[in-house]
């Protein structure tokens, strides 16, 4: 049986939080609260409460391929995808792990962003204003530069700044008319169990345009 896929309309869901400059467009914002669980029920009826990724098992890698917005992206298949609709303005696609807590929350989401460069915007001082409004929120944990399927990037790890409820492992990648951001986001209590699946993930990520 094929794999749901949820579509959700941005103008459905609630604002989530104020603490990146406008960089961290509203869109990924809004995307974030899958984990604050502002979405409602997953479209993976099987999904169970659970505590991370402790029982073994064989993971098998679905590829997801966006050719509007030039990427692709595997995950794993039993990671529930929604897509979120927002037209020109750019492209959301998160995957949800199966497990959730008592909530119904998801443990773990990785999000991808694509939207089209903002205007004369320069791709290193915006990232430049985003850490400086992180390391004023205190909730920076590190910085670097990094490449991510051959592109330049910068790699954010910080703490969600309404408190340390959420780690978050935080991509933004430049290319010429797109600008991409990646982001794996977790319970900090099981954000280790699941690094590794999230890591496989964003190693995965290719821009095809």
């Avoid at 979405?39 to 993971?59: L, M």
């Avoid at 050719?67 to 303005?89: A, C, H, M, R």
């Amino acid at each position: 049986m094929p794999k749901k896929t949820k579509k959700i309309k941005v103008s459905k869901l609630n604002s989530y939080s104020k603490y990146l400059t406008g960089f961290i467009i509203p869109f990924l914002l809004l995307a974030l609260i899958l984990v604050g669980g502002s979405c409602g029920k997953s479209s993976d009826n099987n999904a169970q409460p659970g505590n991370g990724e402790n029982q073994p098992q064989e993971i098998e890698f679905l590829t997801y391929s966006n050719n509007e917005w030039g990427f692709e992206i595997k995950y794993p298949d039993n990671w529930v995808k929604e897509i979120y609709e927002q037209g020109e303005s750019g492209s959301t696609t998160a995957f949800n792990s199966p497990k959730r807590d008592s909530e119904n929350r998801p443990e773990a989401s990785l999000i991808v962003v694509a939207f089209p460069r903002p205007g004369s915007k320069d791709f290193n001082s915006e990232m430049l204003k985003s850490i400086a409004q992180l390391e004023g929120s205190d909730v920076l944990i590190s910085q670097s530069l990094k490449t991510i399927s051959g592109h330049n990037a910068y790699e954010l790890v910080y703490f969600d700044s309404g408190g340390p409820e959420n780690k978050i492992l935080h991509y933004f990648v430049e290319d010429e008319d797109i600008w991409y951001q990646i982001v794996y986001v977790a319970k900090a209590e099981v954000y280790s169990e699941y690094l590794l699946t999230g890591q496989e993930m964003i190693d995965s990520f290719v821009i095809t345009k």
